[in-house]
């Protein structure tokens, strides 16, 4: 079955659930993630009557369950996502489902999960299978990190691939209305994905399809922080990201900026180790998004020692008003790569200081026994120009007789293992030998080992002497 040929029963009036079974009470809405691992195998496991085996259950959502499976043809691992069984007589949630579907398959991008195909088992419930995303939720890797500074780069990097997947959705005139860490997978090799699309929103003009109307407040004049239970019933998504008019379930004012709050919030999330609102609870979180209560959050985002222009781009994207945010997510991506591009060439600025200012040799050298750079240091002290160092193995220049202790210890970091306190001589332009002293640390993903190393040739002839009148006593 192809992803033209959905089964029968995918249509419905309206995009949009009833107000008093779209969300559970906002007392049992959880705060950040929106789905749970199952705690045990459901039994028996569905049968689709296809290809696909389904063959655990991984997660489980309000509207489905994500089961691992395998395809029988192609012999490959893959995720199939089923609606649950309570719903196959809803109509309008076998639309939501075949939604979420057709919305999927039609972003192809690489933060995007891809869907291979979809079906219906025999008993009429749908399903449809996606590619396998092996790794962690961005919200455990958050959760472990010691503390939010913590390989802060590499979590920019996660997100910065997040951005430029829903600054994609974005140019097709689709929204998430869901970006949370639970919902972003990072994988083996730089892997990231955005998931569970199950509530995301066809925008008029878009490419993929006709959108479909959705309930708006009704009329309804109270004060937006009263009557929080039924206008529950007209939320999408999760307090803890949500912009306030999501929460207020201003349906008509949601467009691309809603997403940005959120990404806004996750971009928090990064910096603090906390979304804007950090609730006590999800009613209580509701509650501030509702106001548009962001003081803590804003507090944290101020004392956290980021860069001020990084910072200053999250707060401008949790703008309480959605015109005060950037336009789309393709407009956050692009400030979000200008404020890390700063970062880099400050960085890089900062090391070439260092590396040239401080009186250590540095080097970074190859798994292959080749140096990649040398610090003026090393030219300075052995008078050999930094292109003849380079052009030969670094090996060549150590005395003979510290070779073989030399390539034992290059062969322990191409191992992993940390070099400290190493001794061996390097030979000059004259001919004379120098002592130094080094600690090493190898990158073994990308074949490279950093080192730095002490000339401590006087060090050794004192401590030569002091043997030398030690034994004449």
Avoid at 211 to 228: I, K
Wanted: proline share 8%; net charge negative; charged share 25%.
């Amino acid at each position: 079955m192809t992803l033209s040929d959905l089964p029968a029963g995918f249509t419905a009036d309206g995009d949009f659930l009833p107000p008093d079974e779209l969300a559970p009470a906002a007392a049992t809405l959880p705060l950040g993630p929106g789905t749970s691992t199952a705690p045990s195998l459901p039994a028996p496991l569905p049968d689709t009557g296809t290809r696909y085996h389904p063959h655990a259950e991984i997660a489980r959502g309000a509207m489905g369950a994500v089961f691992r499976g395998r395809d029988t043809l192609f012999g490959r691992p893959v995720a199939i996502k089923m609606l649950l069984d309570e719903h196959l007589n809803r109509a309008e949630l076998r639309w939501r489902f075949a939604e979420e579907v057709r919305i999927t398959a039609s972003l192809q991008h690489p933060s995007v999960v891809p869907v291979y195909d979809t079906g219906c088992c025999a008993g009429g419930r749908p399903f449809y299978v996606m590619r396998l995303v092996e790794g962690e939720t961005l919200e455990t890797l958050l959760a472990a990190r010691p503390d939010p500074g913590h390989d802060r780069s590499r979590f920019l990097k996660v997100f910065e691939k997040v951005c430029e997947g829903v600054a994609f959705a974005h140019s097709r005139g689709v929204i998430h209305r869901d970006i949370k860490p639970d919902n972003v997978m990072v994988g083996a090799l730089g892997l990231v994905q955005l998931m569970d699309w199950g509530v995301a929103k066809v925008l008029p003009q878009s490419p993929v399809g006709v959108p479909c109307p959705e309930p708006s407040a009704d009329g309804d004049t109270q004060d937006d922080t009263t009557n929080l239970q039924t206008r529950f019933g007209r939320v999408l998504g999760t307090p803890a990201y949500m912009s306030p008019e999501q929460a207020r379930g201003n349906l008509d004012q949601m467009d691309e900026r809603t997403d940005v709050f959120a990404l806004g919030g996750l971009l928090c999330n990064i910096l603090t180790g906390a979304p804007p609102y950090a609730g006590a609870d999800a009613r209580s979180a509701y509650k501030q998004a509702a106001r548009a209560d962001l003081a803590e959050g804003f507090a944290r985002l101020d004392a956290v020692g980021a860069d001020p222009e990084l910072v200053a781009l999250c707060k401008r994207s949790l703008a309480p008003e959605p015109v005060d945010r950037p336009r789309n997510a393709g407009v956050l991506a692009a400030a979000l790569a200008e404020c890390l591009s700063h970062d880099l060439r400050r960085a890089e600025r900062d090391l070439v200081r260092f590396f040239e200012l401080t009186p250590d040799l540095f080097c970074i050298a190859g798994m292959d026994g080749h140096f990649r750079r040398v610090n003026a240091n090393f030219s300075r002290i052995l008078g050999h120009p930094t292109a003849a160092l380079l052009a030969e193995p670094f090996v060549n220049f150590v005395h003979p007789d510290d070779r073989a202790a030399t390539e034992a210890v290059v062969a322990g970091l191409n191992r992993g293992e940390l070099c400290v306190r190493f001794r061996n001589r390097y030979r000059d332009a004259r001919g004379e030998y120098h002592w130094f002293e080094w600690q090493a640390k190898p990158l073994v993903g990308e074949g490279m080992i950093f080192a730095v190393a002490r000339d401590v040739t006087d060090t050794i002839r004192l401590e030569g002497q002091l043997r030398f009148f030690e034994e004449e006593e």
